[in-house]
């Protein structure tokens, strides 16, 4: 069964066609990774899947049109970690990751001690130190990264969109991150949709890649097919070598010299 | 190694935000002080002794001679308490609906007049006054009906104009229009009022905002849509905290934000539309009281919203007693009062509004 599947599926942002006739498939609990230049649509990709982006097509959630959803149902299928989130800076972190728990309480909006004890435990997973009446505005890049995941992992839905979620990350915060969502994922089965900009990082966490560009999947497939020096090239526009490693395929950029420089 | 690095953490979890209960307190008592002043104070000197007795006396099952005259009576229960009862729901009304504006506009300066309120009502007002309809005293007088319905007209207007803008960015669209809506209320009513200049200064009390009362019309006209407009508002406190992660966020975390935005504002702005039609266009404390709680007691609208109501009350008794007194027994107009506090308070806003 696959968690998340599209057809033919367009976005347009006035004349610009965004997307193209996406065809996507995740399967359920397994991690896939969007890879692509920037601009090729990944973004917009993600917010279609989300609901939060306007879009033609088939968007099917565990076999649903995602169209026959509302907002509320919509959310206890798909948490989404956005780019860039807005962040109430005054607001208090525990109040900002419970903010995931919307589309469980009741017309009044009233916690339970059950809410609370999900998002405290989504903050200790991500290990963000919250202890006094921190406000989101004292978080440093890093954490205020790992908060937003946890206010996603605290939305408590099987599905988790993660757009861009190691930006701003340093390389030792970027592998934790990932190795807390891969083991949130088995430990929950949780489905994750991801999109990535180091090709080396989305090789080793994700089940299975896709690479678009221009709005139109290129290819897609294990790392090992995907991460080929022939493709990175060619859509990225880059100058890379691909070092074969156990632990997958490792992109890394090298510099050409070209015969226009000073030599 | 996650789990022991967390276990002294443990200890010291914190609760969501909540309304302590020595907060609501204090805004009550608050708000008691000031309504006692309120009925106490006046160029008429009546002791406090006797007007809490009085008011004692009325009370069921509890009989106190307070000795004041009848003369005395009339002038704590058909005067000072209408108005100072007024002052309270105008100044929650006031508060209130500019702490859920700035939520929803997720904007530090928004106040309930943003989407064209006073511009509306100021130009119905106009309309009225110029034409000599009524004399603003009243419960059906024209000159209520007319900004009543002067407010709720540009509101419309805004909402339409906004809606039909389709831009991407719906809060902008909005707040664009009320700028457009209000100036074009606001030209025609100068427009209006400069051709009659013999009734400017009765339009410019109206702008300039008074508690004026007669009996307890103008209570029972407003109360209503003051009790359902801040009931409304404060069930959606919760959403509105939602509302700061931006319309897009809100929406992935479940809210129908189109639809928390539209009761919100109708709310906000028809409770404001009734207070302003009889107490005219009373400055600042959307944002005085708001701003206010919002940097001493917390950012959530869980604490904010039931808080603005009793201090936005006290808040307003208070400055129409310092309008009665300072200049006594003339009045200054309590718009001139709130201003006066309103604009120094806004330069703190400013300064310290990266904290919103």
Redesign the interface.
Known sequence: MEAISCRSLRVNFGSTEVLRGIDLEVPKGGWTTVVGPNGSGKTTLL?SI???QASQGVIQIDGHSLGAF???E???Q???V?QQ????????????V???R??H?G?????KKSD?EI??SAL??L?V?????R?M?TLSGGERQRVVVARALT?GSPILLLDEPTTSLDIGHQQEMLEVVDELRSRLSLTVLATMHDLTLAGQYAESLILIEQGQVVASGSAQEVLTEDLITRHYRASIRVIEDDSGPIVTPVRRKNSNSLE | M?AS??KD?EE??????KLKAWWLVLAATTAVVAVGLGLTLGPASLGVREVLLEVLDRLPFVDYDSGLSEREQAIVWEIRLPRVVLGLLVGSMLATAGASYQGVFRNPLADPYLLGVAAGAGFGATVAIVSDLGDGIGTFDAVPMLAFGGALVAVSLTYLVGFSARRSDPVTSLVLAGVAVASFFTAIQTFVQQRDSETIRQVYFFVLGQLRTAGWDEVILVSPYVGGCLFILL?L???L??L???D??A??????VRLVRLVSVLAASLGTAAVVAVSGLIGFVGIIVPHTI?LIF???YRIILPLTILFGGAFLVGADLVARLVLEPAEIPIGVVTAFMGAPFFVLVLRTS???
């Open positions: 917010r989300a609901g939060i509302n907002r509320r919509v959310a206890k798909i948490a989404i956005p989130p807005v962040i109430p800076d005054g607001m208090r972190i525990i109040d900002y419970l903010l995931g919307t589309s309480l017309f009044f909006g009233i916690e609370i998002a405290q200790e997973e290990d130190n919250f202890s006094e009446s406000t505005g939305q | 996650r690095r967390n953490k010291k979890l914190e609760a969501p935000a069930l406190r919760r959403r905290d939602v700061a992660v931006g897009e966020e929406g992935s975390l479940g809210i129908d919002r917390g950012f959530s990266r904290k919103l």
